[in-house]
């Protein structure tokens, strides 16, 4: 897939050059904005790019992603939650209680 062909949805990288984004140097900040943010068009522009196994291997080292997006992609690749590393952190830092 050429650098050209590639259309992600304008809202994704609003505080970024997207012309200045490269798809394997920033391949996590990609992952994680489609899956935080994306929309389906997108989601297929990175599965097409990637393809699923390499998806699951870029997620899991993604930092922060939000509940919906990790159920999402260790659901779509088969793999456990456990396995991503915003869950062991997400784990390790919890929530302030409210009084």
Same mark, same amino acid.
């Given at each position: 897939?050429?650098?050209?062909?590639?259309?992600?949805?304008?809202?994704? +990288?609003?505080?970024?050059?997207?012309?200045?984004?490269?798809?394997? $140097?920033?391949?996590? +900040?990609?992952?994680?904005?489609?899956?935080?943010?994306?929309?389906?068009?997108?989601?297929?522009?990175?599965?097409?790019?990637?393809?699923?196994?390499?998806?699951?291997?870029?997620?899991?080292?993604?930092?922060?992603?939000?509940? $919906?997006?990790?159920? +999402?992609?260790?659901?779509?690749?088969?793999?456990?939650?456990?396995?991503?590393?915003?869950? $062991?952190?997400?784990?390790?830092?919890?929530?302030?209680?409210?009084?």
């Amino acid at each position: 897939m050429d650098k050209k062909d590639i259309k992600f949805s304008k809202h994704l +990288f609003w505080d970024i050059d997207v012309n200045e984004l490269d798809m394997e $140097k920033h391949k996590e +900040f990609i992952v994680e904005r489609v899956l935080d943010y994306g929309f389906m068009n997108d989601w297929l522009v990175i599965k097409d790019y990637y393809s699923l196994e390499k998806l699951a291997i870029i997620a899991q080292n993604v930092r922060n992603l939000m509940p $919906k997006s990790l159920s +999402f992609i260790a659901t779509i690749t088969n793999t456990q939650i456990t396995d991503y590393r915003c869950y $062991k952190l997400a784990q390790s830092n919890p929530p302030h209680w409210n009084f």
